[in-house]
């Protein structure tokens, strides 16, 4: 079946530009996680859904930084007023329920702000 | 912030060789997971260890966990040159009531595979 989407792959914005990035879930996993991946370094956790209950913002380095799931499906990361420092991989997962850890991938969007 | 450390930070071996990576954590877990991450595929879930586990064995892949010092290794045998690719451990806390669900990842082991 089909594995988790981001759109776009790639972005490139100028300072100051917001940008949405998106993330399809597989069909049916609760639970939908945002993790921000810089050069090399480890993911690092951004926020947390469950269905369409943001549960934890704990990552969220700034409040430039805004993320929803309003169906409990589809979700979307808004980054405004974008900074140099927010470039990094941007990587969403799911998982099918709230209790079950392995978490599936998607491949990412490489973002670059210049 | 990340929650450990890896080592080697970076690791060549020859195929059919075998590849050891170690993981060190801060806090207690409900559990441990190895991922890994290469240009082609994204990051893959290769394996879980529950923190009332010593030992797992998945295919090639052989993993400990230690919770009295806090660190983890992967084993992977005969390794090939398919299996280069960045790996990371990441640890599921511990919290009263349950476990939460968010992953802290290390910062990885890059491993290369000679053919």
């Known amino acids: 079946g089909a594995g988790v989407s981001q759109s776009p792959r790639y972005k490139v914005a100028k300072r100051g530009q917001d940008v949405a990035l998106r993330c399809d879930p597989i069909?049916?996993?609760?639970?939908l996680f945002w993790y921000q991946q810089a050069l090399g370094q480890g993911p690092e956790f951004l926020t947390y859904?469950?269905?369409?209950?943001?549960?934890?913002k704990s990552g969220l380095p700034s409040d430039r930084f805004f993320a929803e799931r309003p169906e409990g499906s589809v979700s979307t990361l808004k980054i405004q007023r974008t900074q140099q420092e927010d470039s990094a991989v941007y990587l969403c997962?799911?998982?099918?329920?709230?209790?079950?850890?392995?978490?599936?991938f998607g491949p990412g969007t490489r973002l670059t702000v210049t | 912030s990340q929650q450990g450390e890896e080592d080697p930070q970076a690791l060549s071996i020859q195929e059919g060789e075998n590849a050891t990576m170690n993981c060190s954590y801060k806090?207690?877990?409900?559990?441990l997971q190895w991922y890994r991450q290469n240009s082609g595929r994204g990051l893959v879930h290769l394996i879980l260890?529950?923190?009332?586990?010593r030992e797992k064995h998945s295919g090639r892949l052989r993993v400990t966990l230690d919770t009295s010092k806090k660190s983890s290794s992967l084993l992977i045998t005969a390794s090939r040159a398919a299996d280069t690719a960045s790996y990371f451990c990441?640890?599921?806390?511990?919290?009263?009531?349950?476990?939460?669900?968010?992953?802290?990842f290390g910062t990885g082991t890059l491993l290369a595979v000679q053919p």
């Open positions: 806090t207690s877990i409900n559990n």
């Open positions: 997962a799911s998982s099918l329920e709230v209790m079950i850890y392995e978490q599936y």
């Open positions: 069909s049916g996993h609760v639970s």
């Open positions: 260890i529950r923190s009332n586990e």
């Open positions: 859904f469950q269905n369409e209950a943001q549960l934890d």
């Open positions: 990441a640890t599921a806390g511990a919290t009263y009531g349950g476990a939460t669900n968010k992953l802290i």
